[in-house]
C-alpha cells in the first residue's frame, strides 16, 4: 500500500519551504491543486498561489502568437509548445514554467497510464522554458534560473511584465549567459520581443506588428 503524503501547509510570506520528493508530488499529483504552479529543488519547494493575472495572461498569450509567427515563417521547422506542463527530473527537480518550447524530433509524446508530466529521465530537455514575470521577478532570476540550469534547459528567458524587458540567458559552458540574440529561435533579435511588449496595443494587434517586422 502506497501512502498518502498531506500537501504542507504554506506560509505564503516565506514562500520557498523545506519538502521532500513526497510532499512536491502531493501537490503535482492533487486535482484540486492543479491550478497552482510548483517547484522543487534542492529539496525546497515554492508554490504560486496566486491566480494568473491580467498583465500576466496578457504576456504570455503575446509570447505564445509570437512564437507561432515565427515559425510559421520557417516552413519545415516542428515545434511543440507546451505552455503550463510541469517538467521533472525524477526525485530531483520539478518545475511548471509559463512555457516549454521543443524545437525539432523528440518532443514528449503521452501515453494512456503515465502520469501527466514530462519525465526528463524518459525525454530531452526543452529547447526554450520562458517565466512570465509579473509579481515573480526576483525568484525568477534567482531560485528557478538555478532550477532550469540544473534542469539542463539550453535557453531561459524572463519576462519582466512591468518593465518589459526580456532577459535571456544559454547555457553556455554550464553557466547561462545572457544573450541578445535567441540561438533557438536562430537569429531572433531579443530586442524585437521588448519592442513588440512595448506596443499599447491589444496583444494581437502586437502580434501582427511583430509579424511585420520579421517580413520586412
Do not use: C
Not at 504554506?10 to 492533487?30: G, M, R
Not at 511543440?80 to 512555457?99: F, M, R, T, Y
Not at 502520469?115 to 525525454?123: A, F, M, Q, T
Amino acid at each position: 500500500m502506497t501512502a498518502t503524503v498531506a500537501p504542507l501547509s504554506l506560509n505564503t510570506s516565506q514562500q520557498w519551504i523545506s519538502a521532500t520528493w513526497e510532499e512536491y508530488l502531493s501537490y503535482v499529483e492533487n486535482p484540486d491543486l492543479e491550478s497552482q504552479g510548483v517547484f522543487f529543488n534542492l529539496n525546497r519547494m515554492w508554490v504560486d498561489m496566486g491566480n494568473e493575472g491580467i498583465n500576466h495572461s496578457q504576456v504570455n498569450k503575446l509570447l505564445t502568437m509570437l512564437l507561432f509567427v515565427w515559425f510559421s515563417q520557417k516552413p519545415g521547422i516542428k515545434f511543440q509548445l507546451l505552455g503550463g506542463s510541469v517538467i521533472e527530473k525524477p526525485g530531483q527537480q520539478g518545475a511548471a514554467p509559463d512555457e516549454v518550447l521543443y524545437v525539432g524530433e523528440g518532443y514528449p509524446v503521452w501515453q494512456v497510464g503515465e502520469p501527466r508530466r514530462v519525465n526528463l529521465d524518459r525525454w530531452r530537455v526543452p529547447d526554450l522554458v520562458v517565466e512570465v514575470a509579473d509579481t515573480t521577478l526576483a525568484i525568477d532570476l534567482d531560485e528557478k534560473k538555478q532550477l532550469y540550469l540544473a534542469l539542463g534547459i539550453l535557453e531561459y528567458w524572463v519576462i519582466d511584465v512591468k518593465g518589459q524587458r526580456v532577459l535571456a540567458f544559454r547555457l553556455i559552458d554550464g553557466v547561462y549567459q545572457q544573450v541578445l540574440v535567441s540561438v533557438v529561435l536562430a537569429g531572433l533579435p531579443i530586442e524585437l520581443i521588448e519592442q513588440t511588449l512595448s506596443i499599447d496595443e491589444a496583444n494581437g494587434n502586437a502580434a501582427m506588428w511583430f509579424a511585420k517586422q520579421i517580413n520586412l
